[in-house]
């Protein structure tokens, strides 16, 4: 009995139908007996399909003598499972026919013809799975909308980019009012995870889609960067964790929010870590500020580089300070010695052959430094008139954009030195200095900005510093915070990256 099998992935109108391939393969049978197996929606990358399944229990039962097909590919792509189908078309001794390839298999030709055009077969796929994903990826950073879970809080209308039909996000009001909870209640580091569940539900706040509010689901609102009016922090952020960001920094106004995809070469699949996934800048406004949105995002990272708990109040710098060699965090181990505290790379358990931090860092000598590397750096600026920030001051998103524009030259400036000539040195020079005063007005007037209510001026935060000893350790851990964003230690080395 001849087997007659069909298959096909999608409907389209350049394709040939099910129906049609099977009159194809009637004409091979001649009149005689035949069964039909068909496959709607499959795709020929693997075997995992229910006709074809019952085709080959079939074959084993010796009900079929041939296979008939209108194309060799509508059995297979792939060069793996085609080369085991014909094994087994051979062991249970079953002709194959293609109607529009006029294969022998009983011959040695017959068969390297079949595996040279099964190879072609495979290659015609994976270019068309790679121009699927090239086309995903081109419309994806360009702020198209690209389907999947629309976040709480959203919903989807239609919209125009680019002269393109597409779709964005539009806020649910009651729901971004929840979501905007969430994000006060967890930028407070009084606030964990769990009391938020807690207060949900002892208040009644229903999730308005019906499903029970969880910690892990929570957890990802607060991460996700859909909700937040990107600004030049936020650019800053994501590009200090190594994502790659497709807009200039010139176009984070404090509007838009953010899509976040996991790139073309990012293999991680851990939620925190951005390196090398992909930020593109959404058409739809956010619904929470960026000074927010960080907090929560800082609290994250902190809480992956160590807990604290009683391990971190062993230093108010544990989940600051960072090999740099290897990126991974260091934490406190205790001795009986008399420095008792040290910090050790938490990445030579994972990584053996680590040696950034060759040498003991001893938390006493390292408290030391920053409490006087804080001193000095708060001396470079000169407390100017306060003035009302307020939720999100345009103004200070214009310095910080200009800021980095300026870092950026003089850092282009800079790579230009090696084998310049004297007249080139001398301009290099000249403009280096002028940047560089530039640089100095626009960090002080951010920071006049910044810190505008009595705990957060600069004022107060030299007052904190000047009566070091009596702050608590969470007095100390905020201060700190606010200060500085992360401190990398190589050998003798210490590079400290502030938050202004």
């Known amino acids: 009995m001849y087997a007659l099998y069909a298959r ?11 129906e049609s391939q099977i009159e194809y393969c009637k004409y091979e049978t001649h009149g005689d007996q035949y069964k039909e197996y068909i496959d709607r929606g499959y795709s020929g990358k693997n075997t995992n399909r229910p006709a074809f399944e019952e085709m080959i229990i079939d074959i084993e039962q ?16 792939s060069i793996l499972d085609f080369s085991n189908l014909m094994e087994m078309f051979q062991k249970y001794q079953v002709e194959f026919i293609s109607t529009t390839e006029k294969f022998d298999t009983s011959t040695p030709i017959g068969r390297a013809m079949l595996n040279i055009c099964i190879v072609f077969a495979q290659l015609e796929r994976e270019t068309i799975q790679k121009r699927v994903i090239d086309a995903y990826y081109s419309r994806s950073k360009r702020g198209f909308y690209m389907g999947g879970r629309v976040p709480y809080g959203f919903n989807v209308e239609n919209t125009v980019i680019d002269g393109i039909k597409t779709s964005q996000y539009a806020q649910i009001p009651e729901e971004c009012e929840q979501i905007k909870l969430l994000y006060a209640m967890y930028s407070d580091k009084k606030n964990s995870l769990g009391d938020i569940l807690r207060y949900l539900n002892k208040n009644s706040i229903k999730n308005l889609r019906g499903a029970a509010w969880c910690t892990a689901r929570i957890s990802e609102m607060l991460r996700n960067p859909v909700y937040v009016r990107a600004d030049a922090d936020v650019y800053t952020f994501f590009k200090s964790q ?13 509007y838009n929010g953010c899509y976040l995809y996991k790139g073309t070469i990012s293999s991680t699949r851990k939620q925190c870590d951005l390196t090398n996934k992909e930020l593109v800048l959404a058409p739809h406004e956010g619904v929470v500020s960026s000074n927010v949105w960080l907090k929560c995002r800082m609290r994250f990272l902190q809480n992956r580089q160590a807990t604290i708990d009683s391990k971190a109040k062993n230093s108010w710098l544990v989940g600051k300070v960072k090999c740099g060699k290897c990126g991974y965090a260091l934490t406190i181990k205790k001795s009986n010695t008399k420095w008792e505290r040290y910090f050790v790379c938490s990445g030579k358990a994972t990584l053996k052959n680590c040696n950034g931090t060759g040498k003991t860092v001893y938390a006493k000598l390292l408290e030391e430094y920053m409490l006087e590397a804080i001193k000095q750096k708060l001396t470079e600026f000169n407390v100017l008139t306060e003035q009302d920030r307020g939720e999100l001051n345009p103004k200070i998103n214009e310095d910080k954009i200009k800021l980095t524009n300026v870092e950026n030259e003089i850092n282009s400036l800079l790579e230009k030195v090696i084998g310049a000539n004297d007249t080139l040195m001398g301009y290099i020079n000249e403009r280096i200095e002028k940047l560089d005063e530039e640089r100095k007005r626009l960090q002080e007037e951010i920071l006049s900005f910044s ?22 350790f969470e007095d100390k851990r905020i201060v700190v915070d606010s200060l500085i ?3 990398y230690i190589e050998d003798d080395n210490i590079d400290i990256t502030w938050n202004f």
């Open 8 to 18: 096909q992935s999608i409907e389209k109108k350049d394709s040939i139908s099910v």
């Open 62 to 77: 010796g009900k079929i003598s041939k296979v008939v097909v209108y194309k060799l590919d509508r059995i297979s792509r």
């Open 242 to 254: 190594g994502t790659n960001i497709y807009n200039n920094i010139s176009d984070f106004t404090g």
């Open 451 to 472: 810190f505008n209510s009595e705990d957060n001026s600069v004022q107060a935060i030299s007052n904190h510093i000047e009566k070091w000893e009596e702050l608590t």
């Open 485 to 487: 964003k992360i401190i």
